[in-house]
């Protein structure tokens, strides 16, 4: 057998190491008995960090949602309508039927896109912990991220464009390697999705889409993915 | 555990966070604070470490 790689066990079981250390502990641990049980005492610790939920950083919500919101493209085109709304022949309008408009018309155009939706409704989240998703194939305009709330069920809260009729997105939780169907929405939009399957300390999330009525494994690959939370 | 967490140095404590609550690996950690890598693997492992510890003495005396 190889050297114990001891020194990385704990960056393993706390998710920090990168590649390729990751995948060489990951190989070790999987065949050497004495590092299995020592990454578990440590996700056993994490176990009880998590659930101190007041240790979390303070500043943590708000790096998500600056992370969340950079590059939201929503500006450019909301400046287009609105300046093209100005040019349409008003001036024959009483000026206070031109204000009423321009106000409900503004008010439309500001309403919130599913980013600025998608990043609220992850600032508003309290005493959990929030692992984002990361996109893994040509569809980068998602965005999800898993919750592990102090108490309750986690859940999947996913920014993603309504599937196509008889289609469904589908939550799973990659547990030893094997996915567990853990719940379905056919919606687009800022989508919740509470995990049906029991998510242990180690175990990934993935997203894909699946027929509507949902598959006993994954049809296609997977669209948001973290490996292990 | 509490007791534990802020009883860690603060540079171990942001690195156990920015990992765990950033979801940061530890080459993100360095870029993030400019520690070098070892030093950021020293403050995970040490971290770590007192965390488990610490536990294991709560089971122990408790």
């Known amino acids: 057998m190889t050297e114990h790689p001891q020194d990385d066990l704990a960056a393993f079981a706390l998710g920090a190491l990168d590649e390729p250390e990751r995948g060489f502990v990951d190989a070790h641990v999987r065949i050497c008995v004495p590092c299995t049980e020592e990454v578990e005492t440590y996700r056993v610790a994490l176990h009880s960090y998590a659930s101190a939920a007041d240790v979390a950083p303070s500043d943590l919500r708000s790096r998500i949602v600056a992370r969340a919101s950079s590059g939201a493209p929503n500006g450019r085109s909301r400046d287009n309508a609105w300046t093209a709304w100005l040019r349409r022949p008003i001036a024959l309008v009483p000026v206070a039927l031109a204000v009423v408009i321009l106000v409900s018309i503004a008010t439309v155009l500001a309403r919130p896109s599913d980013a600025d939706r998608y990043a609220s409704t992850i600032a508003n989240i309290r005493d959990a912990r929030i692992l984002e998703l990361s996109t893994t194939n040509s569809v980068s305009d998602l965005q999800g991220s898993l919750v592990i709330p102090r108490e309750g069920a986690p859940y999947v809260v996913l920014r993603v464009h309504a599937p196509p009729s008889g289609r469904a997105w589908e939550a799973w939780v990659l547990h030893a390697n094997t996915p567990l169907p853990a719940g379905l929405s056919a919606s687009g939009g800022v989508v919740t999705i509470t995990l049906t399957a029991p998510l242990a300390a180690g175990d990934g999330v993935a997203v894909t889409q699946e027929p509507s009525a949902g598959s006993a494994a994954p049809t296609s690959d997977p669209v948001l993915v973290v490996p292990r939370t | ?62």
């Open chain 2, 1 to 62: 555990v509490r007791a534990a967490v802020r009883s860690l140095p603060d540079e171990q404590r942001e690195a156990l966070d920015l990992a765990f609550w950033g979801g940061l690996s530890q080459s993100e950690i360095s870029a993030r604070t400019g520690a070098p890598l070892g030093t950021v693997k020293s403050r995970v492992r040490l971290a770590m470490a007192k965390l488990r510890d610490e536990l294991a003495d709560e089971g122990t005396s408790g």
